[in-house]
Nanobody
Framework: QVQLVESGGGLVQPGGSLSLSCAASGSIFRYAMGWYRQAPGKQRELVARITRDGTTNYADAAKGRFTVSRDNAKNTVYLQMNSLKPEDTAVYYC?????????WGKGTLVTVSS
């Protein structure tokens, strides 16, 4: 069982930046990785994904503001979030292997508020 642990969440003002990390207990180099988020009363949504070879995809809401990256040697995936908006407030989850049968972390809360 692969374990994923997210960190870096917290309270940030609108326009600010935050960097999230996802540390895996095992090797991630074979897998695409993703960041998802879920706000209260909302559906879980994909924020960003990064393939095995480093190709990235972003939700329209994240494009131009967020950057996903990976360090396979450290078994870690990152999400750099800039120009944060209140609508970005959510629990952010790390995923390994897809959202169907993949592994999930417990999430880290990001709150964007004045």
């Amino acid at each position: 069982q692969v374990q994923l642990v997210e960190s870096g969440g917290g309270l940030v003002q609108p326009g600010g930046s935050l960097s999230l990390s996802c540390a895996a207990s095992g090797s991630i180099f074979r897998y695409a990785m993703g960041w998802y988020r879920q706000a209260p009363g909302k559906q879980r949504e994909l924020v960003a994904r990064i393939t095995r070879d480093g190709t990235t995809n972003y939700a329209d809401a994240a494009k131009g503001r967020f950057t996903v990256s990976r360090d396979n040697a450290k078994n870690t995936v990152y999400l750099q979030m800039n120009s944060l908006k209140p609508e970005d407030t959510a629990v952010y989850y790390c995923n390994l292997g897809g959202d169907a049968m993949g592994y999930w972390g417990k999430g880290t809360l990001v709150t964007v508020s004045s």
